[in-house]
């Protein structure tokens, strides 16, 4: 990154009424202690609860662990287990539980360290405990720290269904250092880049012209240099500032930050595929619906598609009945429900005309889209996005760069992602179920 004045970039996040101090930079664990002790010089704190899962204890604790002991600060260390199963009330509970007997306070600050699924339990959890407390996101992964810690939004999984309990509550900082991304795989570096395509399509402009080159430069294989990330990190966090700053809770023009997302967290669910990958995958199946409804042309499809086909992403099962059914009933429970009067057959999404234009047939982007026309995207996504991924589980996971990630890394990765999908092969209709 270009040598700035300053250990850390620093710049304002405006959510609503709210600004969000965010700051950023690398190998600057110590400086983000040092922003955390001004913090309390503010208001006071006891104690700082470092939230993560396993792999990023593993992997990234021990450093940050070694700069807060450094400055003499008390902590404590809550460890999760990984994965989108585990966004779950069960995990919620346990770690109220490990917080409140570790002598958490209503002036403790929690920090989510890790990255969305982190960021949004340890997000709820601030906001239930004492009825909110300050909490500090420290994002790992290159998706969550342009993405998921923008935003008042914390939530669990529930029933199947994703993010469907929570609150909206405002971190009191974000503080990123994007030498972690080191270890980062490229099933993570994919998942960032899919919703950087999905802002590239909402807004086109710089979003697309930065984005777009630099996809096409490491097609098949996402290695991106530091100043790539940095570039793509703040074209992100730029989208996300245009419309949360008068939308804060995304009910109005922020809601089409969910575009992807209804087809998108279904297949998420189902498949075990990230997050950003899903929403690429529900991408085209919405320019399928939009296509179909006439919304938007052929040639705008083939536009659209081609850039979201840059991504690389494909499922890893073979297309089944059960596969299909089980997508279309998690789309049924879709969090965007109650925004539109309910319409017996019809399923409210996000659709996109062209890059660059969104459809707005109302205040909330929300277009009512036949059952037949939905289930008809699904069987035609889950069709022609198959494609064999072992092999490239084992061969991908490159890390950027590659000879600073750990060589266990790989394998921990393709391990889990196998158990995964295998867990969906024998357990069609439960699997990735909280």
Excluded at 21 to 36: A, H, N, R, S, T
Excluded at 175 to 180: D, K, Q
Excluded at 282 to 302: E, P, T, Y
């Amino acid at each position: 990154f270009p040598q700035a004045t300053h250990p850390m970039e620093k710049f304002e996040f405006t959510i609503g009424d709210d600004v969000i101090p965010f700051y950023l930079g690398k190998q600057c664990f110590p400086d983000i202690v040092d922003e955390i002790i001004a913090i309390g010089k503010v208001q006071r704190f006891d104690r700082i609860f470092i939230g993560c899962d396993e792999n990023v204890n593993r992997l990234h604790v021990s450093k940050f662990v070694e700069a807060l002991q450094a400055k003499g600060i008390d902590h404590h260390v809550c460890v999760t287990k990984a994965g989108e199963k585990n966004k779950s009330m069960a995990s919620l509970d346990f770690i109220f539980g490990d917080l409140l007997s570790h002598d958490c306070t209503r002036n403790s600050i929690i920090i989510p360290f890790g990255g969305g699924i982190v960021g949004n339990m340890f997000g709820l959890a601030a906001a239930l405990l004492f009825r909110g407390i300050r909490f500090v996101h420290v994002p790992t992964t290159f998706l969550s720290a342009h993405d998921s810690v923008t935003s008042k939004k914390q939530a669990i999984n529930h029933t199947n269904l994703k993010n469907i309990v929570g609150t909206y509550y405002v971190p009191t900082a974000i503080m990123v250092n994007v030498s972690v991304f080191e270890t980062l795989t490229q099933d993570n570096l994919r998942s960032g880049s899919g919703e950087l395509t999905k802002n590239a399509v909402m807004f086109g402009g710089d979003h697309l012209s930065v984005l777009e080159p630099i996809l096409k430069r490491h097609a098949g294989n996402l290695c991106y240099t530091e100043d790539e990330i940095l570039a793509l990190m703040r074209m992100g966090i730029r989208a996300k500032g245009m419309l949360l700053k008068d939308d804060p809770k995304e009910r109005t023009t922020a809601i089409i930050f969910e575009y992807g997302h209804t087809v998108g967290h279904a297949v998420e669910l189902t498949y075990g595929v990230s997050h950003g990958c899903a929403v690429a995958l529900g991408m085209l199946a919405a320019s399928f619906i939009a296509n179909k409804m006439g919304i938007m042309s052929d040639a705008d499809r083939a536009a659209h598609d081609e850039l979201v086909g840059l991504l690389d992403v494909w499922l890893p099962l073979a297309p089944t009945p059960e596969l299909q059914a089980a997508v279309f009933k998690r789309v049924s429970g879709d969090n965007k429900r109650g925004y539109l009067p309910l319409k017996k057959g019809y399923f409210p999404m996000i659709l996109a005309k062209k890059i660059g234009e969104m459809h707005k047939p109302n205040k909330y982007y929300l277009e009512y889209v036949p059952e037949a026309v939905l289930r008809a995207s699904i069987e035609h996504l889950i069709t022609t996005r198959y494609k064999p991924m072992f092999a490239d589980i084992i061969t991908a996971q490159t890390a950027v760069p590659v000879k600073k990630r750990p060589q266990y890394l790989s394998h921990f990765a393709a391990t889990d992602m196998l158990a995964s999908w295998v867990s969906t092969m024998l357990f069609p209709a439960t699997s990735a179920a909280v």
